[in-house]
């Protein structure tokens, strides 16, 4: 893949959108992971989603 920015905003939208994908990645991975990582990837490609 030559450039993953359309992709990763598109997890990134999933992430900050889908509650039942935030419930299971944050049980998971610790309480409020999946915000963080759905933030942090819209900021690195200047995007607020």
Same mark, same amino acid.
């Given at each position: 893949m030559e450039n993953p920015r359309a992709l990763?905003?598109?997890v990134a939208k999933d992430y900050l959108n889908h509650s039942q994908l935030e419930a299971v990645?944050?049980?998971q991975y610790g309480k409020g992971v999946t915000k $963080?990582? @759905?933030?942090?990837?819209?900021? $690195?490609? @200047?995007?607020?989603?």
């Open positions: 990763l905003l598109e990645t944050d049980k $963080y990582i @759905g933030l942090a990837v819209s900021r $690195y490609y @200047g995007e607020e989603i």
